[in-house]
């Protein structure tokens, strides 16, 4: 028995979903965000409640049912809300400056490294050394933000890099000199 798949799915006022055999649209105030699910579950809307549920029980049914109702929810929270990450530079002269919808990060290479923000997500640059990066799709919004990490990700030593606010790197300590 699911029990993230067979919680049900409130529709605050103000998002509209829309039903169609396994295809869902939700718009809301920030945007429409659609996805086509899988055949085998079944996604129902009853006086602005979502409930989800699947044709049997066999493991990849149960696997989907609830995956399926998390990424709905999650549809429905960015329509609203939105999602956003937070970034910060660590290092000396690491800093980030926002052209545009183009993120220009100086990270101790010798050229400068440009993000272009892809539909549907933006930048902001609030100090130089610490990035947000929001939007309505929270998939998109993590990989966009797991990219700009993977450019020069944290180093245990001196723990200079791009990382998210809420990590906490382990640092290492140094060779040891023989005394």
């Known amino acids: 028995m699911s029990r ?7 529709v605050p006022s103000g ?6 055999n396994s295809h869902v649209s ?20 009853e006086d602005g409640v979502v409930t989800l549920s699947r044709a049997d029980d066999d493991r990849e049914s149960r696997s989907l049912h609830g995956l ?31 052209k ?6 100086q990270l101790g290479f010798s ?6 923000a892809p539909d549907g997500v933006n930048f ?7 990035i947000i990066v929001s939007g309505i799709d929270k998939q998109q919004v993590g990989q966009v933000a797991a990219d700009i990490r993977k450019i020069r990700p944290p ?3 001196k723990g200079k890099g791009i990382r998210y606010s809420d990590e906490h790197v382990r640092r290492k300590a140094g060779k040891a000199g023989i005394t």
């Open 15 to 20: 998002v509209e979903v829309t039903v169609k």
């Open 124 to 130: 902001e640059v609030p100090e130089p050394t610490k």
């Open 26 to 45: 939700v718009k809301g105030s920030k945007g429409t965000l659609e996805r086509t699910f899988d055949d085998r579950i079944t996604i129902k809307l």
């Open 4 to 10: 993230i798949g067979n919680s049900p799915i409130d």
């Open 111 to 116: 050229h400068p490294v440009n993000v272009t």
């Open 68 to 98: 399926s109702r998390a990424l709905l929810a999650n549809m429905v929270e960015g329509v609203t809300n939105g999602y956003s990450k937070e970034l910060q530079a660590v290092g000396v002269g690491y800093r980030a400056v926002l």
């Open 155 to 157: 180093e245990p030593y």
């Open 100 to 105: 545009g919808s183009t993120l220009e990060l």
